[in-house]
């Protein structure tokens, strides 16, 4: 058994003070298959009401509306986690296991994940990376999900800021390079075309002192997870050539990330924003003491204070008048 502590920061920096801001947020780990989150705190700066729902694939969202004017936004969640180890994953299952699949695709509800979404669709450039790999119903569905989660690791590099998080699978393919949330888009749509139910997971990655990963321990991570007769939802790291195991950390599920991103928000008042993103994971072997604080880390120190402080004092709306009139 292992526990995880998860800090993620976010920072939106505005050019000039905006008078308003709604935010959903998706940091609330997942307590489902072999991790159950013990405890979630979410700080935000300037304060507000935040309020939380769960959609219908069991993610936790939270929400807030920041009326007052404000420079900047900060938010910080942490989380605590307990992981319980996974059963191993074989290499293959056997040539009758395509019509078992076949079967549960038809008594279960799962068009959702074989459909094509915003940014998991079969392009032409898809269609050719299909060929290119010989993603065809062949061999049993686990042995081909293994087969294109290493060759998508061996076909294309790992390389930061290399696209955007609203970036075309049509960019990576063409370049031949791209980040983890582009890896796992050109993963489901060439599972998808082969009728075998995918899934987007959005969550976080432990980055051991012996672990070897391409992607980076500062940021959020996304993989997938494949539908299998047998074993159910499998999830598969192409950017790490890795099974999904007690490393990672589900936050969410969805089709693709429009479905799942960490932050989706909008801002009245005429400004540029500027984004800075920190995550933090570190792991025990011993339970945590829930109680106690834990400490931040040196380069967050004037952030966090900022997102614990009181807000400033509301401006006496007779002032506040007579500036709109000036």
């Known amino acids: 058994m ?34 159950r989150c013990l405890s979630f705190t979410l700080s935000v700066s300037p304060r507000c009401r935040v309020f939380t729902y769960r959609d219908h694939l069991g993610n936790n969202i939270h929400h807030f509306d920041i009326p007052g004017r404000h420079a900047q936004l900060v938010i910080v969640a942490e989380a605590v986690l307990e992981h319980q180890p996974l059963a191993a994953i074989p290499g293959s299952l056997g040539a009758e296991a395509w019509q078992e699949l076949d079967a549960l695709v038809a008594e279960g509800d799962y068009w959702e994940m074989l459909l094509p979404s915003e940014f998991a669709k079969p392009t032409p450039a898809l269609l050719a990376l299909a060929k290119e790999l010989e993603v065809v119903r062949r061999d049993d569905p686990l042995r081909l999900l293994h087969e ?47 009728g075998i139910p995918c899934r987007y997971v959005s969550g976080y990655l432990y980055h051991g002192s012996e672990d070897h990963d391409r992607s980076t321990s500062s940021a959020t991570h996304a993989w997938v997870e494949a539908f299998l007769p047998a074993l159910g939802w499998v999830g598969f790291d192409p950017t790490n050539a890795l099974v999904a195991r007690d490393r990672h950390v589900r936050t969410a599920l969805g089709r693709d990330y429009a479905d799942v991103p960490p932050t989706r928000g909008l801002f009245r008042g005429r400004a540029d924003s500027e984004l800075y993103v920190a995550v933090q994971v570190t792991a025990s072997d011993a339970a945590p003491d829930l109680e106690r604080e834990l400490p931040i880390p040196e380069d967050w120190s004037m952030l966090v204070e900022k997102a614990q402080a009181p807000p400033p004092p509301a401006e006496p709306l007779l002032q506040i008048q007579q500036s709109q009139q000036q």
Not at 14 to 22: C, Q
Request: with cysteine; glycine share 2%; proline share 2%.
């Open 2 to 35: 292992h526990f995880y502590f998860v800090r993620h920061l976010t920072k939106f920096l505005y050019t000039r003070s905006v008078s308003e801001s709604t935010m959903e947020v998706r940091m609330h780990p997942r307590s489902d298959s072999n991790q």
């Open 148 to 194: 294109i989660n290493s060759r998508l690791y061996d076909s294309f590099s790992y390389e930061k800021k290399s696209t955007h998080v609203d970036s075309p699978i049509e960019e990576a393919l063409r370049t031949r390079r791209g980040v983890c949330q582009d890896f796992a888009h050109i993963m489901i749509a060439l599972v998808r075309n082969v």
